[in-house]
């Protein structure tokens, strides 16, 4: 495991370096029909059964998408899938057909895709984003302060921000519209959306995944306190884990040296994620205001924008050493 761990890290790094010295806010491949664009990738049709998907070095923040790219972002969210759909796949299929995304793209598309595509299977989305809940944070701690539950899971009294749970909580969310913003549901919820079938399914794999994904992120100094999932159904109706899976962009990263000094402050843990940008964002005055979180976003300072890089480079290293 840890020759595989070295090879994987240097080919990443390979292709990180290659990526940090051109940002990509947006592609423009004209040798496949584009498909639609999201707050970070853009995705083409490959035929009618496959998808390239290209991770932009776009960030979106409170569900904006910023004018400024994040040099080698989109590198980086798209090995950090990759590593862990290689560690997950016993737990679940995943959209990878195992083909090289340079193969479908002409020779002048290359530097748009080499490092940050995947070229994966055409899916059916299911339209529920699968949140596993490890620690109270972000919107869950806001929720619990005021009802003692979150998305209709209870918890138990005295919890404080960046509390540990006493297990793992599945609180899900509608997929919004582009342009709006993910809406948290109830299980129940869910059950009707999909069936209660697919939803135990879903709620078991998602937890499942998290447990493993989190246990080993700890042995290399590193809390996964939540993510989301994305799953699809493929011809034969076999939920699929799909879209990118434990990357910065889906989850919440502590390094765990400070995370105890914050816990005991009441104060949000050092993070490897975008929350680095988001506290920026809150932080932010224009002509005397908060931003009011709707388009457009602030400009987004140089050196916010090469620290944030940093974190997502380092939590990958550590992830892979």
């Known amino acids: 495991m840890a020759s595989w761990h070295k090879s994987f890290a240097e080919r990443f790094f390979t292709v990180y370096r290659h990526a940090m010295t051109q940002a990509l806010h947006t592609s423009t491949l004209t040798s496949l029909p584009l498909l639609a664009r999201g707050k970070v990738r853009d995705n083409y049709a490959v035929g009618q059964d496959r998808l390239l998907m290209v991770a932009s070095d776009r960030l979106s923040a409170f569900d904006v998408i910023l004018g400024e790219p994040i040099p080698g972002k989109g590198a980086l969210l798209t090995q950090m899938a990759l590593f862990w759909f290689g560690k997950l796949g016993h737990i679940c299929p995943n959209h990878l057909t195992g083909d090289a995304p340079e193969s479908v793209v002409t020779a002048a598309e290359l530097p748009q895709v080499t490092g940050r595509s995947m070229l994966v299977k055409r899916l059916k989305p299911i339209p529920v984003e699968a949140v596993v809940r490890g620690y109270l944070a972000g919107s869950g701690w806001q929720e619990y302060q005021a009802t003692q539950s979150v998305c209709g899971v209870p918890l138990p009294d005295g919890l404080k921000n960046a509390s540990k749970l006493p297990e793992p909580i599945f609180t899900p969310a509608a997929k919004a519209e582009a342009g709006e913003h993910d809406e948290n549901i109830s299980y129940e919820q869910v059950e009707t959306i999909v069936g209660p079938e697919l939803a135990a399914q879903i709620k078991k794999i998602s937890i499942e995944i998290y447990q493993t994904a989190a246990a080993f992120a700890l042995t290399k100094g590193i809390i996964i306190a939540d993510t989301k999932f994305e799953f699809g159904l493929d011809e034969q109706g076999t939920l699929t884990l799909m879209d990118e899976v434990l990357t910065p962009d889906s ?71």
């Open 251 to 321: 989850s919440r990263y502590w390094p765990i040296e400070g995370y105890e000094q914050a816990f005991t402050a009441g104060q949000n843990p050092p993070s490897y994620d975008k929350q680095f940008v988001r506290d920026w964002l809150e932080a932010v005055r224009i002509n005397g205001k908060p931003w009011d979180k709707t388009p457009p976003a602030p400009h987004l300072p140089p050196d916010v924008a090469l620290k944030t890089a940093a974190k997502y480079e380092e939590a990958l290293a550590r992830l892979t050493s």
